[in-house]
């Protein structure tokens, strides 16, 4: 089993900035991908960023690309996500999630995630 914890969220003016993390436990974490999801209300779950195992490999989204930033450290089982120039459209419940791969093909898909954290809410207001 895993367990994902995600913490950082808030709210925030837009054009600030946000560091979300994801600490994991219960697997050798350094072995898997790792992907950032969220879900605004009303709207249904979309792909964020994804990292693989070692980090070298990155895939975002295309809306955020160049102002999100996905990072780990798997020293310490946590993967981060640093927003930045935060826009009202980003405001949503952010989701951690890990599958049990090392690479992030098709890491946009929900569907190869096996595990999920519980949620951060983002609040960016205008």
């Known amino acids: 089993q895993v367990q994902l914890v995600e913490s950082g969220g808030g709210l925030v003016q837009a054009g600030g900035s946000l560091r979300l993390s994801c600490a994991a436990s219960?697997?050798?974490?350094?072995?898997?991908?790792m992907g950032w999801f969220r879900q605004a209300p009303g709207k249904e779950r979309e792909f964020v960023a994804a990292i693989s195992w070692s980090g070298g490999n990155l895939y975002y989204e295309d809306s955020v690309k160049g102002r999100f930033t996905v990072s780990r450290d798997n020293a310490k089982n946590t993967v981060y996500l640093q927003m930045n120039s935060l826009k009202p459209e980003d405001t949503a419940v952010y989701y951690c999630?890990?599958?049990?791969?090392?690479?992030?093909?098709?890491?946009?898909?929900?569907?190869?995630?096996?595990?999920w954290g519980q949620g951060t809410q983002v609040t960016v207001s205008s």
């Open positions: 219960g697997r050798t974490f350094s072995s898997y991908a």
């Open positions: 999630a890990l599958r049990l791969s090392p690479n992030i093909i098709s890491a946009h898909n929900s569907d190869y995630y096996n595990y």
